[in-house]
């Protein structure tokens, strides 16, 4: 009698048809970026294809999940995904579940970090494979690397994790992690992540990023700030066969009096190997150089209305006839588009502070954020291919809302196929439209203008604040 009851309940539907709402429609650029067969791969990998036959299934709790980091606002809470639910239920006439958030919330929670983290990955590394020859630096995949802060809600399970900075009362701050990230300069995808906590022992940048070398190709080139133009930095690098292009660190100083000359403010010196440091074995240091020879680059960057700016580049690319002064200094010019991808990440998409209340929660919302962000740039890339544009030409918030507008009726599979590939072709079309200004060398101060208000910040617990109103009552 349960084998007969189950047979008779519609099965959920495909991957296929929800992945259709990102770009899997036949004859478009990248359709396979985010194939059925991908999600299914990798979920199964996890063992974790769970509810196949129930409303919250992995695709449908994953789609719901990518919908709420997608949005903002009331759209982006668990009630506004059980909505958006419904109403894909109702279309494709399938049993609709009820208003209670919690069966969502469960589902969201048993979701795989490592497969979400796979998926992402994949994601970008496929996108990066097929990146448009004219996408590329001289041929080379140029990739930015930079850190970034995010909180989240103070409970004693996330400050336990990543706890708040030891300058604030208990209970007054809010728990904090950093991340290090690597984005390619071609595509804007975020390549690779870690996260930590925001101070202790090695949870700096540079302890970030050490764990990340392996996701690093051999011919890759590094574009990174001053913070990580060390001598192991560069050389860990080196040993990977990746190329390293940073501007000076500031306890260095550049002296282009010596050295072997290639031009003005070009020149080749030598850095000596330090002493071994505490973080590295033994084994590892033997396999550093004695002295490694790096070029110094000092260009100047023009701005109307401020002064002239100086700055020194240091990089491994030493071949002056293969790699000029000015296209050095255009390299590392790129470097703000980080800066431009982190905002992109930590405000379009509001991962400045998560809502997740548990550390696992915290990090699945992280690579659910990050495989949302591959994937609105995955379909910014594909409008620029068809629409001979970059990538970077085009803006993330404008994709992002044409994107969303269209997802419901792609995802529902409420209209032929062929209507479908016209409504994707007309959305690409209008994609390549919204574009952003060309910012060559851009520097900004990390300065507000406007202030958000004028209440004072917490200096007390809550519980201490209302003890206070109540008194005055």
Known sequence: MDSIARSRVPRCPSFRQVAAAFLSQPGLPFAQVLSAERIERIFAKHGNLFGMSAIYSTVITLWAFLGQVLRDGKEASCQSAVAEIVAYQQLTRLPAPTADTGDYCRARAKLSEEALRDLTVEVAEELEEQADAAWLWKGRHAKLVDGFTFTMPDTPANQHEYPQQASQKEGVGFPIARACVILSLATACAMALAVGPYAGKETGETALLRSLLDSLEAGDVIVADRFYCSFMMVALLLNQGVDVCARLHQRRHADFRRGKRLGKYDHLIEWNRPAKPPWMDEATYGLIP?????????????????????????????????????????????????????????????????????????RKELWTTLLGYNLVRTTAAAAALLHGRQPRQISFTGTCQHLLKSWMVLSANVVTPEAALRLCQTLLERISRVTVADRPGRIESRVLKRRRHRYPLMKKTRAELQRQLQKHK
């Open 290 to 362: 004695e002295k490694m020879v790096l070029r110094e680059i000092r260009f100047k960057v023009f701005q109307p209305g401020y002064r002239v700016q100086s700055l020194t580049i240091v990089t491994t690319l030493t071949d002056p006839e293969a790699f000029t002064a000015e296209e050095i200094a255009q390299l590392y010019g790129f470097r703000w588009n980080s800066e431009l991808d982190i905002r992109a990440i930590k405000q379009s998409l509001h991962l400045d502070h998560v809502r997740s209340k548990s550390p696992e929660m915290v």
